[in-house]
């Protein structure tokens, strides 16, 4: 069955739905939100919201699950999920075939080099070091997005900020027209870059001479709860600790020199005060920058939330951490509501919080349960299948670069053997599903023909896969096997249902019919459902789908 078919498949699906659009559509007359807040929690699998929700507070994800909606089946659904990818996702409603963000990290097509989805080297940081593919714009990102949407209806009067711990993470969010914010890991500010403005404004330039971020200096990371709340977490002895990889509560943030340097500010990126000053940053941006505050505006705050992935990966989110951190968030969360609340009254606010990706359990922890599982190492993988591919076409290194999941081909060479690209493309690929923790590998001529299979992991890789920049071999591993070249923690990248299922919550009484709905729901539903909320045109890649069921009727 063809790509094209899959698209189509889930809008005939909904005859119902689509049918209730015009009733479910707000009156002219029901007030806009003053604030449309997107919170993207890097890197939470919607499993670990409905595990963990008894022990929450009373203000923050308890208050989005009682009094919003709650769709527990939506997903990232594209094969390749990682940070970069999802985020591009979320606000422009738009598959990565289509906007262009195919992954953190892709092999540019032309010099064949490794390049980052947000590196522009026209642009510096503001008042802060950039190296060499430091992420400085959205130039890569080949769609518009929500906010860009607003800004334009609005005649630019609408604000649109991000706010993240990872500079993909804010500028993603932001958009074309938006403005971005990112934690600098060398120094622990915040900053934004020459591709948004010359210069700070003058409430960033206070924030940063307040310099929050030191006073975290010698702090010790606790669990919060009672040890028996932790019971069915896995057990530390899982990992054995090292001095460089600590696994067991209490964590001290210092630096091994003894003073504030960037160890110390790296390493506070693997710890709940990532967030704590994330939030922080972004409750000073509310102040600074008046938003909400103009009458008959509604403006739009992006807050990525980037602690999570970062312990997830060090730890796995079976891991004691993993389960202390959200419940650490979901108290900072319940503070910035309040704020919210406060500053600009109950009720105002629309808020939507998801995820970019899950998360797998790690390899050691999915092994103890008698699980398969384990880690591929792309590198080894490819100079292993080199050797093959040399062994019968007598040339070396036919791929030519990977960026895992995707290998490139050197075409021009096989051209000169006189071989079919085809032929050369499915002898690796049946070399590589022989190896160990590989499921499947799809191929340049399979993708261009639409001739993936009526599977869902081929639509999901199919809407990730861009004929300009993705590989020309495109490997999808086992389940609770993924790539990398270490031999601890875990990392996420794949079509399987761990990495795609992420929260989907929306809160905003006025909007937002509270309940649990079971129905099938992906993040790129998300632009536009906002569009059809705020009366804006959706972004042009918006291929989602408005959320009615869980709108309120006027």
């Not at 802060?128 to 860009?148: I, Q, Y």
């Not at 010359?198 to 924030?207: D, E, F, L, S």
């Not at 490997?475 to 079509?495: A, D, E, L, M, R």
């Given at each position: ?278 939030l922080e940053f972004a409750r000073a941006a509310v102040e600074g920058e008046r938003l909400g505050g103009t009458a008959g505006v509604t403006d739009l705050l992006g807050v990525s939330l980037s602690a999570h ?182 990392s996420h990248g794949s079509p399987y249902a761990y990495d795609t299922n992420v929260p989907l919550l929306l809160s905003g009484r006025k909007w937002i019919k509270p309940g649990y709905y079971g129905q099938y ?34």
């Amino acid at each position: 069955m063809r790509a094209s078919t899959f698209f189509a498949r889930r809008l005939l699906a909904l005859p119902l739905l689509a049918a209730a659009t015009v009733h479910a559509a707000p009156t002219a007359e029901k007030a806009a939100p003053k604030l449309v807040l997107v919170l993207v929690v890097d890197g939470l699998p919607a499993e670990q919201v409905q595990r963990y929700r008894g022990q929450f507070g009373q203000g923050g994800l308890r208050r989005l699950l009682d009094e919003g909606a709650t769709f527990g089946n939506a997903h990232q659904a594209h094969g390749v999920t990682v940070t970069a990818v999802g985020h591009a996702s979320i606000l422009s409603g738009a598959y990565p075939y289509q906007h262009g963000v195919i992954g953190n990290n892709w092999i540019d097509p032309v010099s064949k080099n490794p390049v980052y989805c947000t590196e522009d080297a026209r642009y510096t940081y503001i008042d802060e070091e950039t190296k060499a593919g430091d992420g400085t714009s959205p130039m890569r990102l080949r769609v518009d997005t929500l906010g860009d949407g607003l800004r334009y209806a609005s005649g630019n009067r609408a604000k649109v900020i991000a706010v993240s711990g990872k500079d993909r993470g804010a500028i993603l969010l932001a958009g074309k027209t938006g403005t971005a914010y990112m934690y600098m890991d060398k120094s622990g500010n915040f900053a934004s870059s020459s591709y948004y403005m010359a210069a700070h404004p003058q409430w960033v330039q206070q924030y940063r001479a307040r310099r929050p971020q030191d006073g975290y200096y010698g702090k010790t990371w606790k669990p919060l709860l009672a040890d028996s709340a932790y019971a069915g977490d896995a057990p530390d002895e899982l990992f054995p600790a090292t001095p460089g990889a600590p696994n067991r509560f209490p964590f001290s943030f210092y630096s091994d020199s003894g003073s504030l340097d960037a160890d110390y500010y790296n390493r506070l990126k693997t710890s709940p005060f990532l967030d704590e000053l994330t939030l922080e940053f972004a409750r000073a941006a509310v102040e600074g920058e008046r938003l909400g505050g103009t009458a008959g505006v509604t403006d739009l705050l992006g807050v990525s939330l980037s602690a999570h992935d970062y312990i997830n990966h060090t730890y796995g989110p079976e891991s004691k951490m993993s389960h202390d951190h959200l419940q650490r968030l979901d108290r900072m969360l319940a503070d910035f509501f309040t704020y919210l609340d406060r500053k600009l009254g109950a009720g105002n606010v629309l808020v939507v919080l998801t995820a970019d990706h899950g998360f797998p359990n790690t390899p050691e922890f999915v092994k103890a349960a008698k699980g398969d599982a384990g880690r591929v190492n792309a590198g080894a993988l490819v100079a292993s299948l080199n050797v093959a591919l040399a062994a019968k076409y007598g040339v070396e290194k036919l791929v030519i670069a990977q960026s895992a999941p995707n290998f490139h081909l050197d075409y021009a060479a096989i051209d000169k053997l006189g071989v079919a690209r085809a032929e050369v493309e499915n002898t690796a690929a049946a070399f590589l599903r022989a190896q160990e923790g590989v499921a499947e590998v799809y191929t340049r001529s399979q993708f261009e023909a639409d001739a993936l299979g009526a599977t869902r992991m081929g639509l999901l890789m199919r809407r990730t896969w861009n004929r300009a920049l993705s590989g020309d071999l495109v490997v999808v591993n086992k389940p609770n096997w993924y790539f990398s070249s270490g031999s601890s923690g875990t990392s996420h990248g794949s079509p399987y249902a761990y990495d795609t299922n992420v929260p989907l919550l929306l809160s905003g009484r006025k909007w937002i019919k509270p309940g649990y709905y079971g129905q099938y729901a992906e993040t790129v539903d998300i632009a536009p459902t906002l569009a059809n909320l705020l009366r804006l045109r959706p972004p042009a890649g918006s291929e989602g789908r408005v959320l009615v069921e869980a709108l309120q009727t006027p």
